[in-house]
T-cell receptor, first 113, second 113 residues
């Protein structure tokens, strides 16, 4: 079984400032890790994922996340946020041989001008 | 870009009534999922479906729930006798393979009165 912890329910930040959304997981097996973003009244959109290989993964809109096995973390970062990044972000984990995703409780990123 | 679609976007029903939520997964995908998100809570796995049978289900997915792929394109979730606590956003997802990325639909908001 897996579990995901997102300690911050909301992260307020000013525009153009850096941000980090924290995600920790626990699992007894090897895992794949994901960040999804939930746009208002829309479904979950995949932002980025770690399956294997380089522990640093990047999205097309400037977000990055680093898989840290020793700290069981997959924190999401962006060096300079925009107002349009205001959304709910969900970290998720899946066992490498399984299919169901286990989600964290989500973090609302609130970018202020 | 292909996407998962869901209908209706919002369903209101009386307690005890049956509802069917419909999903059209991405056409060449083989694995199908239902998740739900009660307002303000995390996204929870309900069931996964492959090769015309359930491959995994959560403890939430009791005898009141069933899934079906009635034809080559639709994937449905039926709740036989709805309860107030079934009120939630229900997300359908699909993936090409067991360990491939799951793509989510926009969700159906179910309100049970």
């Amino acid at each position: 079984a897996q579990s995901v912890t997102q300690l911050d329910s909301q992260v307020p930040v000013f525009e153009e400032a850096p941000v980090e959304l924290r995600c920790n997981y626990s699992s007894s097996v090897s895992v794949y890790l994901f960040w999804y973003v939930q746009y208002p009244n829309q479904g979950l959109q995949l932002l980025l994922k770690y399956l294997s290989g380089s522990t640093l993964v990047e999205s097309i809109n400037g977000f990055e996340a680093e898989f840290n096995k020793s700290q069981t973390s997959f924190h999401l970062r962006k060096p300079s946020v925009h107002i349009s990044d205001t959304d709910e972000y969900f970290c998720a984990v899946r066992g490498s041989s399984g299919d169901k995703l286990t989600f964290g409780t989500g973090t609302r990123l609130a970018v202020r001008p | 870009e292909p996407e998962v679609t869901q209908t209706p976007s919002h369903q209101v029903t009386q307690m005890g009534q049956e509802v069917i939520l419909r999903c059209v997964p991405i056409s060449n995908h083989l694995y199908f999922y239902w998740y739900r998100q009660i307002l303000g809570q995390k996204v929870e796995f309900l069931v996964s479906f492959y090769n015309n049978e359930i491959s995994e289900k959560s403890e939430i997915f009791d005898d009141q729930f069933s899934v079906e792929r009635p034809d080559g394109s639709n994937f449905t979730l039926k709740i036989r006798s709805t309860k107030l606590e079934d009120s939630a956003m229900y997300f359908c997802a699909s993936s090409a393979g067991l360990t491939d990325t799951q793509y989510f639909g926009p969700g159906t908001r179910l309100t049970v009165l």
